[in-house]
């Protein structure tokens, strides 16, 4: 297990550096220049190289780099051209409520996979309802599904919130990020309850497709050692298909669910950002589409930097849960 760990770290130690050398080039080559892009077409050239000076761009390119990688390290991804602000403390207002969200659609991912396995693996009542659902969803984009899930529990039913995150104008602020946390911490608890409620639209419009792919590679691996030798024996004891389920195939069916899981972050990410524009959530999805505009390359790079170490981090942490899980992986 610590050879497994330590090989895990590592390699994302190496895929870390390799990120912020390709967003570091993508800098480097764009064509716009950061010194006129923060002073204004009009500065004169004596302020232009004072300031070119004191971001480091007359240095040389590997000290460029070195001195970019010590600032990320101290948390500084630089100023946006837009907001005029530290990107870092940019993202520390926007990635609370995206990291909420993201946090949500992923538990609830995960649940509707393991429904999805389970219910059709054991043949309950209406899994072939539950299953027709979910690939239905699956099927469609992301933003559709969020219109869809609107017009139905919002626009018809009245029973979800449509857009934002809370309904409150005095919502605490901390200490967590989270509302659904930050108002139990602080005594609550309809904060709680209302940012859940708008959390819910959004949540399930980003997990209907990860939960179908972990589902479906879940249910063929409890099908696939259903037939095996530890499982006809603890049917042979006299445990029931549930019991045989729940104590033997789980734990040896769940390794193959957990790299799709980690595949499948990314691809979360990707539809946290397309569907914080459909629910106007304030979050990173948010901040990128105004900053796109703009050519906010330091917010942009912030963004793809932030995202691309935790997907990262992500899947070296299901690397690790896969090697518990299953003792036999020792690379």
Do not use: C
């Amino acid at each position: 297990m610590p050879k497994v760990i330590a090989t895990r770290v590592a390699a994302m130690v190496v895929v870390l550096f390799a990120l912020t050398v390709i967003v570091f080039v993508l800098q480097k080559a764009s064509p716009l220049d950061p010194v006129h892009a923060m002073l204004g077409a009009g500065a004169s050239q004596q302020a232009v190289e004072r300031q070119r000076h004191a971001l480091g761009l007359d240095r040389p390119v590997p000290e460029q780099y070195a001195h970019y990688v010590t600032g990320l390290l101290r948390g500084d991804f630089g100023t946006s051209y837009r907001t005029r602000r530290p990107v870092g403390t940019d993202l520390g207002t926007f990635v609370p409520a995206t990291a909420e969200l993201a946090l949500y659609g992923l538990i609830l991912a995960l649940l509707l996979a393991v429904l999805l396995a389970v219910a059709t693996t054991l043949r309950w009542w209406g899994a072939g309802v539950v299953r027709f659902v979910l690939l239905a969803g699956a099927s469609t984009p992301a933003f559709l599904v969020g219109i869809g899930v609107v017009l139905l529990f919002y626009q018809q039913l009245g029973w979800l919130p449509a857009a934002g995150r809370t309904s409150f104008a005095d919502a605490p602020a901390g200490p967590t990020g989270l509302l659904t946390i930050d108002g139990l911490l602080v005594g609550r608890p309809d904060v709680s309850v209302d940012a859940l409620a708008h959390l819910l639209l959004p949540a399930l419009a980003v997990a209907i497709g990860p939960a179908v792919s972990i589902g479906r590679v879940l249910r063929s691996s409890l099908l696939g050692n259903a037939t095996s030798d530890f499982a006809r024996t603890a049917r042979a004891k006299g445990l029931t298909e549930s019991r045989v389920l729940r104590r033997h195939l789980l734990r040896n069916s769940v390794g193959p669910a957990l790299s799709m899981t980690g595949l499948q972050v990314g691809l979360m990410f990707a539809g946290v950002l397309v569907i914080e524009q459909v629910f106007a959530w304030p979050g990173i999805g948010q901040y990128t589409a105004q900053s796109i505009p703009f050519g906010d390359f330091p917010a942009i790079a912030g963004v793809t930097l932030l995202l691309g170490a935790g997907y990262i981090v992500i899947n070296t942490v299901v690397d690790v849960l896969q090697a518990i899980a299953d003792p036999r992986i020792t690379v």
